[in-house]
Every structure is written in C-alpha cells, then in structure tokens.
C-alpha cells in the first residue's frame, strides 16, 4: 500500500514539473514585440509560481478491520504581473519601468469599466423584464 502510494505521489510530482517547465518559458516574462516604424516595445512582467502539498496519517484510530487513513492534498499556482516595457530604437535600448501610479491607474480604470459594463447590464435587463 505504502508503494502504490509513493508511486502515486511521484507521477503528481511529474505532472506538476512537466506543467511547469511547459509554462516557465521566456514568453512568460517577455510579451510579444510590438513593432512601430521608429521602435520596438517588449511588455516585460514578473511571473511567480508556487505550489505545495502535504499529507497526514490519522494515528490511533482504527475503524472496524481498517487501519489509519492517509489524507494527502496539494495545490499550485501562477501569477504574472506587469512590471515594466523594453523599448528597442536605432539608437538605444532601453527599460521602463511601469510605476506604482500607473498600475494604479490600470486597475482602476479597470475596475471602473467592470462597474460600468456591470451597471449597463443590469439596467438593460431591467429593462427588458419590464415589457
């Protein structure tokens, strides 16, 4: 039982590292180039991975004709965040960072547009139970 269970973690460990290495590539960090006639942009960002997992044996406890149960879990994530642009021109290369102000700005605007798409939404469906 203890073999089929290792067994089992090793092809999830696997799985988890192959998912990785398929996304933990350099596009990850550096976005497509966005080319202008006078320069080029690279969208740089930071890109995190975490995962974790664990296991616990319920000792002392016997249920009938089975012995203690193995409870095992895991879990894993990904988060990428714009940090910055790399701007290419005939005569210098370089990195811009986008600022605290500016990310503000983004999400915002963003959280704005959602409200205001949201609001639309409903209004129209108001709208249109009313008829």
Do not use: C
């Not at 409200?115 to 469906?125: E, I, K, T």
Request: without cysteine; positive net charge; proline residues 4%.
């Amino acid at each position: 039982m203890g073999l089929l269970r290792l067994e089992r973690t090793k092809n999830i460990l696997r799985e988890i590292s192959g998912t990785l290495k398929s996304s933990a590539t350099v596009r990850a960090a550096y976005g497509k180039p966005v080319r202008t006639p006078d320069r080029t942009i690279i969208p740089v960002a930071k890109v995190t991975y975490g995962f974790g997992g664990g296991g616990e044996t319920e000792k002392g406890v016997e249920k009938g004709n089975r012995k203690a149960e193995r409870e095992e879990g895991g879990g894993g994530g990904m988060m990428v965040r714009p940090v910055g642009v790399i701007e290419v021109t005939d005569k210098k290369t370089r990195y811009i960072p986008i600022g605290l102000r500016a990310r503000l700005l983004f999400f915002l605007a963003a959280g704005f547009l959602s409200g205001w798409a949201f609001s639309q939404r409903r209004h129209a469906h108001h709208a249109h139970a009313e008829r």
